[in-house]
C-alpha cells in the first residue's frame, strides 16, 4: 500500500483544516489508519486511529474533541478533519496504514505502511 497524504497548510489559530490520506496498491478497506504527528523538536507521536470497521476510533488527549478521524474506502482515503487549532498542533503530520489483526494503534510499530508527511502550521 503506497500512502500519501495533503491538506496541510497555514492556519490562524482557531481556525480548521481537513488533511487526507489516500492509499493505492492495495483494498484500503482492510486497513485501519493512523495519524501522528512530528514537532520541531519532538518525536514523533500519535494523534488519531480509525479500524477497518469505521465506528471504532481513537484519539489522543490533546486532540479529543477537536480532530474527528473519518474514513471513505470508496475512495480510498481516509481523513483527519482538525478543528480549533492551537500553535501547538504545528507538526509535520503522517499517516499510517495497519494491515494486521487486532485493535493496536498508539505505536509506530503498530503501523505497516507509511506515507510522506503534510506540513500543517498554525500561526498568526
Known amino acids: 500500500v503506497q500512502l500519501q497524504a495533503c491538506g496541510g497548510g497555514l492556519v490562524q489559530p482557531g481556525g480548521s483544516l481537513r488533511l487526507s490520506c489516500t492509499a493505492s496498491?492495495?483494498?484500503?478497506?482492510?486497513?485501519?489508519v493512523g495519524w501522528f504527528r512530528q514537532a520541531p523538536g519532538k518525536e514523533r507521536e500519535f494523534v488519531a486511529a480509525?479500524?477497518?470497521?469505521?465506528?471504532?476510533?481513537a484519539y489522543s488527549n490533546p486532540v479529543r474533541g477537536r480532530f474527528t478521524v473519518s474514513r471513505d474506502d470508496a475512495k480510498d482515503t481516509a481523513y483527519l478533519q482538525m478543528n480549533s487549532l492551537k500553535s501547538e498542533d504545528t507538526a509535520v503530520y503522517y499517516c499510517?496504514?495497519?494491515?494486521?489483526?487486532?485493535?493496536?494503534?498508539?505505536?509506530?510499530?503498530?503501523?505497516?505502511?507509511w506515507g510522506p508527511g503534510t506540513l500543517v502550521t498554525v500561526s498568526s
Open positions: 499510517a496504514a495497519r494491515g494486521r489483526t487486532g485493535w493496536y494503534y498508539l505505536k509506530d510499530s503498530d503501523y505497516d505502511y
Open positions: 480509525i479500524n477497518w470497521n469505521p465506528d471504532r476510533t
Open positions: 496498491g492495495r483494498t484500503f478497506r482492510a486497513y485501519a
